[in-house]
């Protein structure tokens, strides 16, 4: 009856709920509930609601409930495992705390889900997991820095075009990313590398502009590519420009980028354009280093008429300072030897055949009335005299009036010798040494064993005097080689520095030494008691010394030697061969032997050949070579056309009705051959330097109508 009371309550205070048309009733959880043997169903008596047309009608009838899940909403009050009574209610898991709420909720309206509805949220959501899972990954995009390291590596591998293209077209067009200032340096480096002027000031101009801001690694390679530049003037046009700019802005240079500004100074200018780098170098405090005085070489070599004796005093003042010369450092002494002349050899011997701490030591004392400086002080430069003892000529002009008068007052005492000032001193010593020539100009004689023991080495600072007293004619390459000791006094040099020739030491000494087997064959010794492998350029310089000395069948010589090193000849080797082709026999067999070889002759090889025809004036084979060139489709340089104007113009005051000539009979007979060729002949253009470092010019697409 207990039980019949409380479900009257309940069933009085959701009345509302039954009018509004919910069938289904939640059995509240209560210790009344009777349970039977199937602890899944629940037997609880109802009553009926009231219909509205009868209600007076009562019964009561049983309803069931089936459970799937002890959890359900149906039996969310009933835990699951409640077998029997009352204990088995009371023993709840605390996961069930706070579960009657579900039962109680205050809500008025509940909708009905069909099980076709579930499916189709179970569908839709299935169906968004499915395109999420191919949904594409979003792209990773490059960094700056990536794009940066992958320029660095085409730059190496000599692909500045590719580098160039990829920052601009695929990272600042492509993908919009922000440059850095390592993005542009390293292109400007790559630039400045191969003389690509106009380019890394372009890319500089850029990043100014972006608000980025250089550092010394930016300006070091802007004034190599001014160094680099093919145009010099044009070039040092533009460092002094940037220079000028970085003064403004009160840019303090490192020491790196003082050195590259030098050697725009040595490459683009003259060694006195260096002294003033080097001044403001010092002034600034920057310590004078072995490339520093390698870029003074530079320098040096850009004088043809006295830079071999600019380059001995340069080298005397490294040594001075204690700095040892390096591998680069030889090489640039046997290439001032080889291009470079003494100058006048009576100043070249007041210069060179001295020590040089006395003749420091006057100059400076003349020159700022100061005491010598201690010679036991070898680290420390004064460029004022080293400047003035560099550039000092027969007349001592670089001496104002002023300081002569200055000079004019200070005094000299030696054993031997007292003057009044530095331009007496100088000049007296010109005419003592003009008088007695004592170096032999016959090579031969430089060559003998006794003169290389007797002639003292130029590259030491302490020269024994007793057996020279002035320099003689010094004319040729391997002259000049001597005064430094020939081959066997530079390598015995090298090797107390510590250091070994390298293949291009060897090839420039190809180069300089006096022609002869004996020669050629010590050369080939050092190469294999060096280990060096001798290259084909090795091989050219020996083939190109035989060949201005008109020994075409020595030249030939060389080359079983280079097949036997397993080198191949190329067009170089060729050219150098052409040379010597004086007879027409020689100079059809070289074309035919290249032909066999599958080698097609270059327009270095016919200019060579035209030279070598036309100073014997040989017109039929002129007409031979023009033929060939005719049939290998080689266009005409500028150069072969001024030497085909020169070979077909009269002799001046040359009148054929007058006199007779047996070399121009055939004059004429070449001349009207010429005029015709030069029609059937197209002429080469000169490529632009910078054009292979371009990017191709992209076609634009052609429409379908079109």
Known sequence: MSTYLYFMKYFTSRVNMFACGVKRLTVPTSPYISIWKNPWRIVCPLMSLPSRTDT??????????????????????IPKGCATGDDAIDNKTEEDFGSHSRNFATRRIFRKTSPEFQDLNYRASADENDTEELRPRPVIRNTSYWYFLQCKKLIKQDKLAEALDMFETQMLKGERLQPEEYNYTVLIGGCGRVG??????????????????????????????????????????????????????????????????????????DIRACFH???????NGHAVTQETFNFLLMGCIKDKDQGFRFSLQVWRQMLKMGIRPNSHSYNLLLRAARDCGIGDPALASCLLLRNEEEFAQKISKGRRGQKARDKEEPRVMDIDVFE?????????TSLNKKEADKLSKETYTQPHIKQNNLNSYITSELQSMSSNQMVPTETSSLQSSVARASFPNLLDRRIN???????????????????????????????????????????????????????????????????????????NSLVRKKAKSGDFEGAKAFLPVVAK???????????????????????????????????TPNAHV???????????????????????????????????????????????????????????????????????WLKSMPGQNTPHPWDKYKPPRKEPMKSEGS
């Open 465 to 539: 005097m007793t057996n020279v007293v002035s320099l003689g004619a010094v004319t040729s390459a391997s002259d000049r080689l001597a005064l430094i000791g020939n081959m066997e006094g530079l390598l015995s040099k090298m090797e107390a520095d510590g250091l070994k020739p390298d293949i291009k030491t060897l090839t420039l000494l190809a180069d300089i030494i006096a022609p002869g087997e004996q020669s050629e064959l010590s050369l080939l010794l050092v190469a294999e008691q060096h280990k060096l492998k001798p290259d084909i350029s090795f091989f």
């Open 388 to 396: 003035t003892s560099l550039l000092l000529d027969t007349e001592v």
């Open 56 to 77: 007076q009608s009562r019964r009561f009838h049983v309803s069931t409930v089936s459970l799937k899940n002890p959890r359900d909403s149906l039996t969310s009050g």
């Open 277 to 283: 780098v080097l001044r403001e170098m010092l002034q």
């Open 606 to 676: 016919y200019s060579a050949l035209i030279s070598r025809a036309s100073k014997q004036l040989d017109y039929k084979y002129l007409k031979e070579i023009l033929k060939s060139m005719k049939h290998n489709q080689v266009p005409a340089t500028e150069v072969i056309i001024r030497q085909l104007e020169f070979a077909a113009q009269y002799p001046p005051n040359f009148d054929k009705y007058k006199a007779k000539n047996n070399y121009l009979e055939k004059i004429d007979g070449f001349r009207g051959y010429y005029l015709q």
């Open 565 to 599: 090193m397993g080198l191949e000849p190329n067009l170089h080797t060729y050219s150098n061969l052409a040379v010597a082709c004086s007879r027409e026999e020689d100079g059809l067999q070289l074309l035919s032997d290249m032909k066999v070889s599958g080698i």
């Open 196 to 269: 690509f002027l106009k380019k890394a000031f372009k890319l500089y101009n850029d990043m100014k502009k972006q608000g980025l801001r250089p550092t010394d690694a930016t300006y070091t390679a802007l004034f190599n590519a001014c160094a680099e530049s093919p145009w010099k003037e044009s070039g040092l046009q533009q460092a002094l420009k940037l220079q000028q700019e970085l003064k403004m802005k009160n840019v303090q240079l490192s020491l790196i980028t003082y050195n590259a500004l030098l050697k725009t100074q040595a490459l683009c200018s």
